[in-house]
């Protein structure tokens, strides 16, 4: 049930009507806990049960890690935890990726493999759970009060598949609201939506028209066309994930509830570090606090710290998928990274002029995107060499390309709000909408369904949505992972 | 991104739609092409022409019509440019989204009665001679009780399209609303069932593809033009060497069609010389890579074999 399928809007249509009666917030924490897992169910109902699995096992570990009086006790409890989230992850995702290597080291040329699939979400619900009771360990915050709560927050439809991931300092704290519509959530809820159903469907959908046929063949095309598919999946990757965000956002939010930022104009970074700052900001951050720190951060020295840094960016390449294709991606940003503090750290004589370092931090980015996309790194090898040494082949720039001029000013505009005191233009008051900053979701738009210019600009959006979208959708990139 | 759906439509006896004269067609969702039309759905051709000169009528379905280039770029206005034997044929474009062979064959005798050809040429690749022509939900081939082959003719236009056709000079938006709800209709019932468990099931069907009887309809459309025809036969383009290999079905559909005394035109040769071009004749850069319409470089090849084929079977 995909966020952008007329199914999902039946769903949620009928989950706000459920919401909206008058009965208690127990009963609608049921509600929305049962309506969840009909969510997850929809799209393979045997891996509900591992999702209780993975529940019960953290509400029980954390709960013991509170009340345990000695130390050993609770870091037991809490490698039980630990162990049984990245178990579940390393055997669904990682058993025929080990496997096939193995084979490779030891010559073999056709390796056992399982018949494993994937559990939707598996990498974001995992997180999400082993955050929630390492928080406990560290004492920030208190365990669920109960199973229902717990399960609410493992199963909350909204980033169940492809995240944000949210911790349980985020998320718990909200539990004592009343769920359920009203005029501001769905003012604020409902604009979120659209912006980014928009990015999706007329945004990145257009931009997969271009990248998927060049990505399924690379030695067919010319360099510049290459060059153009590229560009189009560092496009299609940042509609298509950051719509997704937006469309979690809203729907949490016309349920009342609020995620937390997942993007912040990424692509205009200039440099690394900052662009690990906007992109896939809940798992970078993640990351940081639950591997980067605690291998060290950067309190153990220089050397040390590029290693972390290293490692870090190794397994978050890792995390994303089960194949050397995401190893290298992981690697050349973590690469990045350390190159960019080891540069800092030297002095100030490498301070380029702004567009200079936006120009290449974004470049790389995209050349990084290429063995992230590609199906095998032998792929990925043709893309690059033949886009490096403009080979020459068919010639087919996709049209979709211009479609980067909305986004980039749609970038630009993000970051002039970013930097100013008053953050909505004037010409936007004209569409009753204004700018809000929402300290746990970042910078929206909210445009007043409540008024009459207000509910012309929702009709308006959602008619360049169903005028230009294109007619088929593809499965949001992230749900693979 | 321009299209537009206000051409003004002429009722036509067994069409749904036929281009009424002087109508304009803007396209832009598969290329960008803006095409004028004639009287009796004629798509505008060179001019200045020599209106004295034999007429040859093109038919043919969405690739003849050729919404997506310029009037001078479809290759029926490219190829009659290129005639070299006098006095220089007419070449007239009859070419109408959807049309099979059962249609070329069902509405034989309005053309030769409406334009009275000198030769006629069908422009068609293998769907035409296969499910296209036996679609049920528009004039198709079908067995008669007898088991001899026969067209039956369905009105495809749908009521929503009645309704509302009229108002299209000046309202756009709406029938295009409904096209695109058909669409996205279309793209929910592709979606895959609720409540499912394990693998998605192979999209392969078991079913076998039927047994066309392509030798008949071959022979019923040569009957159909008293053996003044010709049919080209656009074939699939491959993008590796050697770029055009005829399949199975497309060398039934040849054999069957040269045994009824239909002579047959492969742009075999044209489609080669792009690929080692590195070009492709199909796809447009707005939409799909080497898939769907003919593009300019696809027109300019086609354009070639028509009039070679043209200057040999018409003297």
Not at chain 1, 139 to 164: H, K, Q, R, V, W
Not at chain 2, 63 to 85: H, K, N, Y
Not at chain 2, 193 to 200: I, N, V
Request: glycine share 8%; charged share 20%.
């Amino acid at each position: 049930m995909l966020f952008s399928s007329p199914r999902f809007f039946v769903f949620v249509t009928v989950l706000l009507g459920l919401l909206s009666l008058p009965v208690s917030v127990r009963a609608k924490k049921s509600i929305l806990t049962a309506a969840s897992c009909l969510f997850y169910a929809a799209w393979d109902y045997r891996y509900l049960g591992l999702l209780a699995l993975v529940s019960v096992i953290d509400y029980v570990a954390a709960a013991r890690i509170h009340t345990a009086a000695a130390p050993r006790s609770r870091r037991m409890w809490l490698a039980l935890s630990v162990a049984s989230n990245l178990g579940i992850l390393a055997y669904f995702k990682y058993t025929n990726f080990f496997l096939a290597t193995l084979a490779g080291v030891i010559g073999r040329e056709h390796p056992p493999m399982l018949e494993i699939l994937l559990p939707a979400g598996i990498s974001f619900y995992t997180f999400k759970s082993m955050s929630y009771t390492i928080d406990v360990f560290r004492s920030e915050i208190e365990p669920c009060a109960s199973y229902l709560d717990y399960a609410m927050f493992i199963t909350f439809f909204p980033e169940l598949i492809a995240g944000p991931i949210v911790r349980a300092s985020v998320f718990l704290p909200q539990m004592d609201r009343n769920p359920g519509p009203n005029r501001s959530r769905v003012a604020i809820g409902l604009s979120l939506f659209l912006l980014g159903l928009a990015k999706k469907r007329l945004l990145a959908d257009r931009f997969a028209q271009g990248a998927d046929p060049i990505f399924a063949h690379p030695e067919w095309f010319s360099g510049g066309t290459l060059a153009a598919g590229a560009l189009c999946y560092a496009m299609q990757i940042y509609c298509d994930f950051s719509g997704y965000s937006d469309m979690a956002i809203g729907t949490a939010k016309l349920i009342g509830y609020d995620l937390p930022e997942n993007f912040s104009a990424p692509y205009i970074s200039r440099d690394i570090t900052e662009f690990w700052r906007r992109w896939h900001i809940t798992l970078s951050s993640w990351l940081r606090d639950y591997l980067y720190v605690p291998l060290g951060g950067n309190r153990r020295g220089a050397l040390r710290t590029y290693v972390n840094l290293a490692a870090t960016m190794l397994l978050g390449g890792l995390w994303h998928g089960a194949g050397w294709n995401f190893v290298v991606w992981g690697a050349l940003h973590g690469g990045a990274l350390a190159m960019h503090r080891f540069l800092r750290q030297r002095g100030s004589t490498w301070q380029l002029p702004a567009p200079v370092s936006w120009a290449l931090t974004f470049v790389f980015v995209c050349l990084c995107w290429i063995p992230f996309r590609a199906a095998t790194f032998s792929t990925s090898w043709t893309f690059v060499t033949r886009m490096l040494t403009w080979s020459d082949g068919y010639r087919w720039i996709p049209e979709n390309t211009l479609l980067t001029i909305p986004v980039a000013l749609g970038l630009l505009l993000a970051r002039r709000l970013e930097n100013a005191s008053v953050p909505t233009p004037r010409w936007l008051e004209a569409f009753d909408a204004e700018v809000v900053r929402d300290p746990v979701s970042g910078w929206s738009l909210r445009l007043g369904v409540g008024t009459v210019l207000g509910a012309f600009s929702v009709t308006m959006l959602l008619g360049l949505i169903w005028y230009f979208a294109a007619a088929t959708t593809s499965p949001f990139i992230y749900f693979q992972f | 991104m321009r299209t537009t759906y206000s051409v003004r439509y002429a009722p036509e006896a067994g069409y749904v739609n036929v281009n009424a004269p002087g109508a304009t067609f803007v396209w832009g969702r598969e290329g960008h092409g803006i095409s004028h039309w004639e009287a009796h759905g004629i798509r505008r051709g060179p001019s200045p022409r020599d209106t004295a000169g034999p007429r040859v009528l093109i038919l043919g379905d969405s690739i003849t019509e050729a919404l997506q280039v310029g009037d001078e770029v479809s290759f029926v206005s490219q190829a009659e440019m290129r005639l070299r034997r006098e006095p220089r044929p007419v070449v007239l474009n009859a070419g109408h989204s959807t049309f099979s062979v059962a249609d070329y064959i069902f509405h034989a005798p309005r053309n030769l009665e409406t334009f009275a050809p000198r030769w006629t040429v069908v422009v068609a690749d293998a769907s035409d001679f296969t499910y296209n022509a036996w679609d049920k939900t528009k004039p198709r081939f079908a067995a008669s009780p007898d088991g001899a082959l026969r067209v039956e003719y369905v009105d495809a236009e749908s009521p929503t399209e009645r309704r509302f056709g009229r108002f299209t000079p000046f309202t756009k938006a709406v029938p295009y609303a409904f096209i695109r709800f058909r669409e996205f209709r279309a793209a929910a019932g592709k979606e895959p069932p609720l409540f499912r468990a394990g693998r998605d099931a192979a999209a392969a069907s078991s079913a076998t593809e039927p047994d066309y009887p392509i030798e008949e309809e071959a022979a019923m459309l040569g009957r159909a033009y008293a053996g003044r025809l010709s049919v080209l036969l656009l074939p699939k383009f491959d993008v590796s060497p050697p770029f055009v290999a005829l399949t199975p079905i497309e060398q039934r559909i040849r054999a069957g069609l040269l045994a009824a005394g239909v002579r047959v035109v492969v742009p075999e040769a044209e489609f080669r010389a792009l690929g080692r071009q590195k070009k492709c004749p199909y796809g447009f850069a707005n939409l799909v890579f080497n898939e769907g319409h003919l593009n300019a470089d696809g027109h300019a090849a086609v354009a070639e074999a028509l009039a070679r084929e043209i200057d040999d079977a018409v003297f």
